[in-house]
Antibody
Framework: QVQLQESGPGLVKPSETLSLTCTVS?????????WGWIRQPPGKGLEWIGN???????YYNPSLKSRLTISVDTSKNQFSLKLISVTAADTAVYYC????????????WGQGTLVTVSS | EIVLTQSPGTLSLSPGERATLSCRAS???????LAWYQQKPGQAPRLLIY???SRATGVPDRFSGSGSGTDFTLTISRLEPEDFAVYYC??????????FGQGTKLEIK
């Protein structure tokens, strides 16, 4: 059973860096699939942030690319998100997820973690 | 960028009725790369349909997907109380890799 779990601070100050880690269990990141992040502002829809392939290739949403880094640590079976220079508009529930390259669907999701940007 | 527009924004139906949800793309989408998700309050989205018409593991057969090109449909044949939720369509393609529709809220009438 594939499981994903987000971890990281729930409160970040404006202009600082948002950092989250996703720990994967039940499947080795090195075995394939995309691993990525999706966010959902309170009461709003879903926004794709970016993906990383097990090889380390990254794919970012152009709207966030200048502020975004996604990395992978296969030894820990984790991948991470760093978003710099955050504002209140970055307040959202952040989900980590697994993407299927063959079908382009997202088959496993973490439970999500709320990150609030506020001073 | 491909924009997905879902309609209606809100759909009010009763248990036992049939629900038809629409997802229209601004450009043609490969049927292989169109998915549907269900999201209940406080929960992560759940994959229902991939490849436009294939049910994900464990999804009841009252859920079905259809469509091609720019017009896709999610149909729930007979609504159960647990089906009332928000539904999103999603496409996979070039930059950005994933885009989502804005969602359809299915509420109890």
């Amino acid at each position: 059973q594939v499981q994903l779990q987000e971890s990281g601070p729930g409160l970040v100050k404006p202009s600082e860096t948002l950092s989250l880690t996703c720990t994967v269990s039940g499947y080795s990141i090195s075995s394939g699939f995309y691993w990525g992040w999706i966010r959902q502002p309170p009461g709003k829809g879903l926004e794709w942030i970016g993906n990383i392939y097990h090889s380390g290739d990254t794919y970012y949403n152009p709207s966030l690319k200048s502020r975004l880094t996604i990395s992978v640590d296969t030894s820990k079976n984790q991948f991470s998100l760093k978003l710099i220079s955050v504002t209140a508009a970055d307040t959202a529930v952040y989900y980590c997820a697994r993407g299927d390259k063959n079908w382009g669907s997202i088959d496993y999701w973490g439970q999500g973690t709320l990150v609030t940007v506020s001073s | 960028e491909i924009v997905l527009t879902q309609s209606p924004g809100t759909l009010s139906l009763s248990p036992g009725e049939r629900a038809t949800l629409s997802c229209r793309a601004s450009q043609s989408v490969s049927s292989s790369y169109l998915a549907w998700y269900q999201q209940k309050p406080g929960q992560a989205p759940r994959l229902l349909i991939y490849g436009a018409s294939s049910r994900a593991t464990g999804v009841p057969d009252r859920f079905s997907g259809s469509g091609s090109g720019t017009d896709f449909t999610l149909t729930i044949s007979r609504l159960e109380p647990e089906d009332f939720a928000v539904y999103y369509c999603q496409q996979y393609g070039s930059s950005p890799m994933y885009t989502f529709g804005q969602g359809t809220k299915l509420e109890i009438k």
